[in-house]
C-alpha cells in the first residue's frame, strides 16, 4: 500500500505531492509547525489525509513541549489546534481530528494525568485516527465495489485515493475493491485544472496498480459520455452537508451535471468523518480560494498575461440531488440523506469499538 503519511520517532513523515509523478520524495515534518506548514502548501492534500495530519502533527508538537504544568500544557495545546485550524477551510476531516483530539486531551486531565501522560494519549489517539481511516476507506472500497459493473469504465475527478488518505483510498478504494474481487475495470481520469491532481497523482497511483487509465482534460468529459464509454463516475469528497449537497475538487459539479444528462450513476465515497451535520446545506460550506499562481503557471511556464483577473475556487458543491448514493465505511447511504447520513452518523461506534477499525 502507498506510504501517505506515517509517524517515525517524533517526526511525521509524508510524501511530497507537489513533486509528482516525477520524483518520489518524502518530507520531514519536526514540528506541529511544519505539518500545518506541509497542510497549507498542499504536501499533503485530500480531506482524510489532512485531518490524519493535523492529528499526527498535534501529536508530535505537544510530545516536544517543554511545559511541566498542565496549564501550561494546556494552554499550548489550544495554540497549536488553532494552528492547524488555519490551514485549510473546506475538508471538515481537518476539524473532525482536531476536536477528537481535544476530547482525547480533556479526558486525559480529567483524569488527573501528568504532562507525559496526556502526551501518551495524545500519542495513541493520533496513531488511532490514522489506523482507522484506512481500516474505513477498506470498508468503502467493499461495500462499494458492488455498484461496479464487471468491465466497468469508471470516471473520477481529482484525487481520492492512496494519496488523499492515509492509504487505500476512497473513490480508488472503490476502484481497488472492485478489481480485488476479480473485476475487470477501466479508468478515465480528469486531469484536474488547475492543480492537476487527476493527471499527477490519481493517474500514478492507478499505473502502479497496474489498473487500464486513462487521462483526459476536465472537458472531454461530457463528449466521453456521449460516446457511451463511461459507465460510472465516482469521486470522494471534502465536505458532505446535512442534506448530501457535497464539496469536493472544482469541477466536480460539472461532472456530476454531465453525468445526470447521460444517465451515468453518480456517487461520492467518503468516511463519516466528511459528514457535517452541523451544516445543513452546500449553501454553507466555506469554500476556499488558492493562489492565482495556480492558474497563471504550469511549473515556471506562464500561461495567462500579466493583468488579467484570476477566479481560483479550490472546491465546488454538487447538489445532493445528483447524487446517487454516498459510499461510506458503514454502506452505501441512499437519498433521502437528511436522513441517511443522520442515522449513520449517530449509528457510528466509538473510534474504540473493534468492529469499528477491524
Same mark, same amino acid.
Given at each position: 500500500?502507498?506510504?501517505?503519511?506515517?509517524?517515525?520517532?517524533?517526526?511525521?513523515?509524508?510524501?511530497?505531492?507537489?513533486?509528482?509523478?516525477?520524483?518520489?520524495?518524502?518530507?520531514?515534518?519536526?514540528?506541529?509547525?511544519?505539518?500545518?506548514?506541509?497542510?497549507?502548501?498542499?504536501?499533503?492534500?485530500?480531506?482524510?489525509?489532512?485531518?490524519?495530519?493535523?492529528?499526527?502533527?498535534?501529536?508530535?508538537?505537544?510530545?516536544?513541549?517543554?511545559?511541566?504544568?498542565?496549564?501550561?500544557?494546556?494552554?499550548?495545546?489550544?495554540?497549536?489546534?488553532?494552528?492547524?485550524?488555519?490551514?485549510?477551510?473546506?475538508?471538515?476531516?481537518?476539524?473532525?481530528?482536531?476536536?477528537?483530539?481535544? *476530547?482525547?486531551? $480533556?479526558? #486525559?486531565?480529567? /483524569?488527573?494525568?501528568?504532562?507525559?501522560?496526556?502526551?501518551?494519549? @495524545?500519542? %495513541? !489517539?493520533?496513531?488511532?485516527?490514522?489506523?482507522?481511516?484506512?481500516?474505513?476507506?477498506?470498508?468503502?472500497?467493499?461495500?462499494?465495489?458492488?455498484?461496479?459493473?464487471?468491465?466497468?469504465?469508471?470516471?473520477?475527478?481529482?484525487?481520492?485515493?492512496?494519496?488523499?488518505?492515509?492509504?487505500?483510498?476512497?473513490?480508488?478504494?472503490?476502484?481497488?475493491?472492485?478489481?480485488?474481487?476479480?473485476?475487470?475495470?477501466?479508468?478515465?481520469?480528469?486531469?484536474?485544472?488547475?492543480?492537476?491532481?487527476?493527471?499527477?497523482?490519481?493517474?500514478?497511483?492507478?499505473?502502479?496498480?497496474?489498473?487500464?487509465?486513462?487521462?483526459?482534460?476536465?472537458?472531454?468529459?461530457?463528449?466521453?459520455?456521449?460516446?457511451?464509454?463511461?459507465?460510472?463516475?465516482?469521486?470522494?469528497?471534502? *465536505?458532505?452537508? $446535512?442534506? #448530501?449537497?457535497? /464539496?469536493?475538487?472544482?469541477?466536480?459539479?460539472?461532472?456530476?451535471? @454531465?453525468? %445526470? !444528462?447521460?444517465?451515468?450513476?453518480?456517487?461520492?465515497?467518503?468516511?463519516?468523518?466528511?459528514?457535517?451535520?452541523?451544516?445543513?446545506?452546500?449553501?454553507h460550506i466555506p469554500i476556499e480560494e488558492r493562489d492565482a499562481r495556480e492558474v497563471t503557471h504550469v511549473g515556471g511556464a506562464q500561461l495567462a498575461p500579466e493583468g488579467a483577473l484570476i477566479w481560483n475556487p479550490a472546491f465546488d458543491v454538487t447538489p445532493h440531488q445528483y447524487i446517487g448514493g454516498i459510499i461510506t465505511e458503514r454502506g452505501i447511504l441512499r437519498p433521502p440523506y437528511v436522513?441517511?447520513?443522520?442515522?449513520?452518523?449517530?449509528?457510528?461506534?466509538?473510534?474504540?469499538?473493534?468492529?469499528?477499525?477491524?
Amino acid at each position: 500500500m502507498l506510504p501517505t503519511i506515517a509517524r517515525e520517532g517524533d517526526v511525521v513523515v509524508m510524501i511530497d505531492q507537489r513533486k509528482l509523478p516525477a520524483r518520489e520524495l518524502y518530507v520531514r515534518c519536526k514540528t506541529a509547525p511544519d505539518v500545518a506548514r506541509a497542510i497549507k502548501t498542499m504536501v499533503i492534500r485530500g480531506a482524510p489525509a489532512i485531518g490524519v495530519a493535523a492529528a499526527l502533527g498535534l501529536a508530535v508538537g505537544m510530545r516536544r513541549s517543554k511545559a511541566t504544568g498542565t496549564q501550561k500544557f494546556a494552554a499550548e495545546f489550544q495554540k497549536t489546534c488553532e494552528l492547524m485550524a488555519s490551514t485549510r477551510p473546506t475538508a471538515v476531516n481537518l476539524f473532525w481530528a482536531i476536536e477528537r483530539m481535544k *476530547r482525547s486531551f $480533556a479526558t #486525559g486531565v480529567r /483524569a488527573g494525568g501528568s504532562v507525559d501522560q496526556i502526551k501518551d494519549r @495524545l500519542d %495513541r !489517539e493520533a496513531q488511532l485516527i490514522h489506523d482507522e481511516d484506512v481500516a474505513s476507506c477498506r470498508a468503502m472500497g467493499a461495500f462499494g465495489a458492488a455498484v461496479v459493473p464487471d468491465d466497468a469504465r469508471i470516471l473520477t475527478h481529482c484525487n481520492a485515493g492512496a494519496l488523499a488518505t492515509a492509504g487505500y483510498g476512497t473513490a480508488l478504494g472503490v476502484i481497488r475493491g472492485a478489481v480485488e474481487q476479480g473485476k475487470r475495470v477501466a479508468v478515465f481520469a480528469d486531469e484536474t485544472r488547475p492543480f492537476l491532481q487527476g493527471a499527477r497523482l490519481t493517474a500514478w497511483e492507478l499505473v502502479r496498480d497496474g489498473i487500464q487509465t486513462t487521462v483526459i482534460t476536465d472537458n472531454m468529459a461530457g463528449a466521453l459520455m456521449r460516446q457511451k464509454k463511461v459507465d460510472l463516475v465516482v469521486v470522494g469528497a471534502d *465536505r458532505i452537508a $446535512a442534506n #448530501g449537497d457535497t /464539496a469536493n475538487k472544482i469541477g466536480t459539479y460539472g461532472v456530476a451535471v @454531465l453525468a %445526470r !444528462e447521460h444517465q451515468i450513476p453518480f456517487y461520492v465515497a467518503a468516511p463519516l468523518s466528511t459528514v457535517d451535520l452541523h451544516t445543513p446545506d452546500g449553501a454553507h460550506i466555506p469554500i476556499e480560494e488558492r493562489d492565482a499562481r495556480e492558474v497563471t503557471h504550469v511549473g515556471g511556464a506562464q500561461l495567462a498575461p500579466e493583468g488579467a483577473l484570476i477566479w481560483n475556487p479550490a472546491f465546488d458543491v454538487t447538489p445532493h440531488q445528483y447524487i446517487g448514493g454516498i459510499i461510506t465505511e458503514r454502506g452505501i447511504l441512499r437519498p433521502p440523506y437528511v436522513e441517511s447520513l443522520k442515522r449513520a452518523v449517530d449509528n457510528v461506534p466509538g473510534p474504540r469499538d473493534p468492529a469499528y477499525i477491524s
